[in-house]
């Protein structure tokens, strides 16, 4: 069974950092993409990053660009955000996906989440 | 960026009805990656339909979805009761990743 577990989210003041992880089991980590995506209280899902199998290739939306790096450690099938700059419309829940391997996908499944609240 | 439209914004049915939502896309979605998601409270998102018309895993055939270009549709043959969500288009093939901003499916 494929598990995502998110970890790292908590309360942070504006202009902090944090680092989410992502703990993946159940599927060859190595194989797909990965990528972040999250959810503001009560809108929609926003997709926030994706890195490529080997770690060569990261995109990001812009809002995020320069402030946040996505990192994966395929020897311990791990995924990571690191968050810097952090401001109040970066609050959400942030969930890990499991990306396309060799044929294109949408991110699937997703783990439960983890919320970063941005706040004074 | 493309932009995906959802309408309505929320529906009330009732179970056993047939449900039919639309998704709209400001340009062509690239090789019909157009997905459907379902999302209940305090839950992550369940991949339902991928590339148009696929059920992804463990999904029932009740739902389907349908489309091309730039208007996209996701039908529930017969609403059952677990059915009542919010669901989300989203299309994958350019950068960035966008979705819709949800259709609330809400018990008459």
């Known amino acids: 069974e494929v598990q995502l577990v998110e970890s790292g989210g908590g309360l942070v003041q504006p202009g902090g950092s944090l680092r989410l992880s992502c703990a993946a089991s159940g599927f060859t980590f190595s194989s797909h993409w990965m990528s972040w995506v999250r959810q503001p209280p009560g809108k929609g899902p926003e997709w926030v990053a994706s890195?490529?199998?080997?770690?060569?290739?990261?995109y990001y939306v812009d809002s995020v660009k320069g402030r946040f790096t996505v990192s994966r450690d395929n020897a311990k099938n791990s995924l990571g955000l690191q968050m810097n700059s952090l401001r109040a419309e970066d609050t959400a829940v942030y969930y890990c996906?499991?990306?396309?391997?060799?044929?294109?996908?949408?991110?699937?499944?997703w783990g439960q989440g983890t919320l970063v609240t941005v706040s004074s | 960026e493309i932009v995906l439209t959802q309408s309505p914004g929320t529906l009330s049915l009732s179970p056993g009805e047939r449900l039919t939502l639309s998704c709209r896309a400001s340009q062509s979605v690239i090789s019909s990656y157009l997905a459907w998601y379902q999302q209940k409270p305090g839950q992550a998102p369940r991949l339902l339909i991928y590339?148009?018309?696929s059920r992804a895993t463990g999904i029932p055939d009740r739902f389907s979805g349908s489309g091309s270009g730039t208007d996209f549709t996701l039908t529930i043959s017969r609403l059952e009761p677990e059915d009542f969500a919010v669901y989300y288009c989203?299309?994958?093939?350019?950068?960035?990743?966008?979705f819709g901003q949800g259709t609330r499916l809400e018990i008459k």
């Open positions: 890195i490529k199998q080997d770690g060569s290739e990261k």
């Open positions: 996906a499991r990306g396309s391997a060799a044929i294109k996908r949408p991110p699937d499944p």
């Open positions: 989203q299309q994958y093939g350019s950068s960035p990743i966008t």
């Open positions: 590339g148009v018309s």
